[in-house]
């Protein structure tokens, strides 16, 4: 059964989850009774939603590198909740370069101590000199432009900032970013890092229309620095998108803007060319600007700076509060929670992009609360009360008096209560009295525990009708035989992981064929497992991060080694493939948020049937290709399944198909070591086996990539031979 369901983590009903982030309606204002509730709300949204100001050269006079508190205040007027200030100061910030002189910048000039360390951490965000190229084609200039930023890194780090911001003005900045990559990894200082990228290709000082790639992306340019960085955490770097008045395609067509979904996106820079003037004289966005924003804002703890490109401002003093108006009118109702809604929403968030690792009932025995879980999913059993009513319907019709029904991995009995209702139903629709058709019933189970509350069941709610059986259903055959056992005419189990196959349902279910009869029906009758390509920089760098503390080194792993009492007396868990490639070599289930899928379509992994009368082999083998329709990096595949219970009565976890309101699984993820680019155009496949040995069973995987011209690029297999995720029989 499904891995998803660990923890008691999914109690929530799918409305609340796919409502989770309750947004007000558009017309929130007019829905609230009060004038006051309209101005709180309003009130709110300045707090809510962080606008701040980038102090421009048309400001800058030497004096405000000594009145950062008179420059905030002022700010704060006009309803600003942050500054993004030169660190260096505005002389050194606002220094030009001369080309061919002896470039010497002048020294940072802005003090700390005229603001308390918590003032500057709240309200000042430090831009580095724009004038910094460290990709300049000025080697002398790069190196000056090298040596300065790293002096104004330190400096940001002295100040105790919390954020600070850069502006890459190239298409490609290996030399920025090899300096970010060392920074980022080897300095024990955190603040957030805003990279800011061009408003478009075009703009990008290194652009030539000749040799710049046709499909070359801002999305392309970011991804590039972020590998650049090794991809650090998203919480310490995070782009920023440069919005101008000209949007370009990308952020126009949603399947491209859509891939900031699944990137680290710190905010917005707004250039206030974007304004126009509304019917009323202010400032105001046009719609495109107001619907990319919108598309992606996620939360209201993203950033928006707005960036001065003239100096109108200063003479019309109502401007600048107009340009904050206006952005916080565009987001303010996106994620706005009522008061009502938040408790509920704050809980499902706590679930999202979470890794758990798939349940393995059959080698491990689940407890009470993991199978109090599994019972809250009414959707479910009634699915398979319909199933078995189907069946009895079926069977019933030639006038039989008795049907003998086995519940394989019967748990705590749901499904043996839900079969004796549908025995109820079909007796109380189709049957006269003194003919009624009676379901002798067997549960078999494996879980000991679990069978102290099967007998309770049996006793307290079957009226003594139930037969259990505790035993490892694959020796069910050996012991029906032993015990006078009737076969049975159908049998009943739920033994399914996110991917259907992965709790090792049809090696459980091969166990019990020889004491079928040739015409034994099994809800259920068929699952079939999908998968869709994923981007999510977020969840890759989750399954990379993870790490083993100190006092579980011994807790086994999911792969096939055990842990062994070493040298010294302690037991531990050796993982000779190294961590990481453990970490990325499993499969995992994750209620995905963060993440973007890359295919419209999912499409179909493994079939199994039941009953498996032939005997087939439960190993697997699939290609499956995916045409890549935007530039993206690649971070796995997302698995999902459908069950066949019986003719049409199907649930699905499939998106397309999905079971309205049942919350058992949530989807699988099948990781890659490392996230795969792909262009448009491009084709990915996932090979993937499934493998069974004697002792268990393991999928090996990897991905394919085809370029237009025929070139193919392969991934490691991992997981070779279960070494990192085995699924014990
Ligand atoms: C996913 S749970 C489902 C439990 C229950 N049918 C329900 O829907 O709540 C699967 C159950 O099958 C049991 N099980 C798994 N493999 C088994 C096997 N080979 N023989 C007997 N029981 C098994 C597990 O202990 C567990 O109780």
Redesign the pocket.
């Given at each position: 059964?499904s891995s998803h369901r660990t923890y008691a983590d999914d109690l929530f009903p799918q409305e609340v989850m796919d409502s989770g982030t309750a947004t007000p309606p558009q017309d929130y204002p007019s829905s609230t009774s009060s004038q006051s509730s309209h101005q709180h709300y309003l009130e709110s949204a300045n707090s809510r939603i962080h606008v701040g100001w980038v102090t421009s050269p048309y400001e800058a006079k030497e004096e405000l590198d000594t009145a950062i508190s008179g420059h905030c205040s002022r700010l704060g007027e006009a309803k600003y909740t942050f500054v993004a200030f030169p660190v260096g100061g505005v002389v050194r910030g606002f220094w030009k370069p001369v080309e061919g002189a002896k470039n010497e910048p002048p020294a940072i000039q802005l003090p700390d101590v005229q603001l308390a360390n918590n003032l500057w951490e709240t309200y000042v965000t430090g831009r580095t000199s724009p004038w910094i190229d460290c990709d300049s084609e000025d080697p002398k200039f790069a190196e000056i432009s090298e040596e300065s930023l790293i002096t104004e890194l330190n400096y940001i780090a002295y100040m105790g900032l919390n954020s600070m911001t850069i502006q890459l003005n190239r298409i490609s900045s290996p030399r920025t970013a090899a300096l970010f990559n060392k920074w980022v990894w080897t300095r024990n200082t955190r603040f957030t890092m805003w990279i800011q990228l061009p408003s478009s290709v075009e703009q990008c000082l290194d652009f030539d229309p000749q040799s710049t790639p046709k499909n070359m992306d801002i999305w392309t340019i970011w991804a590039n620095f972020r590998q650049g960085c090794y991809n650090f955490s998203g919480v310490y770097l995070q782009a920023m998108l440069r919005i101008a008045g000209d949007l370009p395609d990308e952020f126009v067509d949603t399947k491209r803007v859509d891939r900031w979904k699944a990137e680290p996106l710190g905010g917005f820079v707004v250039e206030t060319d974007v304004y126009a003037t509304d019917r009323n004289g202010m400032a105001s966005l046009s719609s495109a600007h107001i619907s990319f924003l919108r598309q992606l804002w996620s939360s209201d703890d993203l950033r928006i700076l707005v960036d001065p490109k003239t100096d109108t401002f200063l003479y019309n003093v109502t401007l600048k509060a107009e340009y904050a108006l206006a952005l916080r009118q565009a987001v303010r109702d996106v994620n706005y929670k009522s008061s009502e809604s938040s408790t509920t929403s704050l809980a499902v968030s706590e679930y999202k992009d979470v890794l758990q690792a798939p349940l393995q009932?059959?080698s491990e025995?689940?407890d009470s609360s993991v199978?109090n879980v599994?019972?809250q999913d009414k959707i479910k059993y009634d699915a398979y009360g319909d199933a078995v009513m189907g069946v009895l319907k079926e069977l019933g019709a030639d006038g039989r008096k008795e049907i003998v029904i086995y519940l394989?991995?019967?748990?705590?009995g749901?499904?043996g209560t839900t079969i004796l209702r549908a025995e109820k139903d079909y007796n109380t629709k189709f049957r006269q009295k003194g003919d009624h058709l009676k379901v002798k019933l067997y549960i078999?189970?494996?879980?000991a525990n679990?069978i102290i509350t099967l007998r309770y069941m049996n006793h307290r709610t079957w009226r003594r009708r139930v037969t259990i059986i505790e035993s490892?259903?694959?020796r069910l055959p050996e012991i029906a035989r032993k015990m006078n056992y009737h076969q049975p005419d159908l049998i009943v189990s739920?033994?399914l992981g996110s991917i259907g196959d992965n709790e090792l349902s049809p090696e459980?279910l091969d166990g019990v064929t020889d004491f079928l009869k040739p015409e034994t029906i099994s809800i259920p009758q068929k699952y079939i497992s999908y998968v869709a390509p994923i981007m999510s920089n977020h969840i890759h760098q989750t399954i990379r991060a993870q790490s083993i503390p100190y006092l579980a080194r011994g807790l086994p792993s999911h792969g096939r080694l055990q842990p062994e009492l070493n040298g010294e007396g302690a037991w531990v868990q050796l993982y000779p493939q190294g961590d990481i490639i453990n970490n990325m070599d499993q499969i995992y289930v994750v209620f995905l948020s963060k993440y973007i899928s890359l295919s419209r379509q999912t499409k179909e992994m493994f079939t199994f049937q039941h009953p498996n009368f032939q005997h087939s082999t439960n190993e697997r083998s699939a290609f499956i290709e995916f045409p890549i329709d935007r530039n993206t990096d690649i971070m796995g595949f997302a698995g999902y399944f459908d069950l066949h219970l019986y003719k049409n009565v199907i649930l699905s976890t499939v998106p397309e198909t999905h079971t309205p309101g049942m919350m058992s699984w949530f989807p699988a993820l099948i990781p890659l070591r490392e996230q795969l680019r792909a262009d448009d155009g491009d084709t990915v496949a996932l090979k993937i086996n499934r493998k069974v040995d004697q002792g268990g069973v393991w999928y090996e995987w990897s991905a394919q990539l085809k370029k237009p011209n025929g070139e193919i690029i392969t991934t490691p297999i991992q997981n070779p031979n279960g070494e990192s995720y085995y699924m014990r029989m």
């Open positions: 059964m009932p059959l025995n689940l199978y599994f019972e394989l991995g019967g748990g705590r749901p499904i078999v189970e494996k879980n679990a490892d259903m694959r739920e033994l459980c």
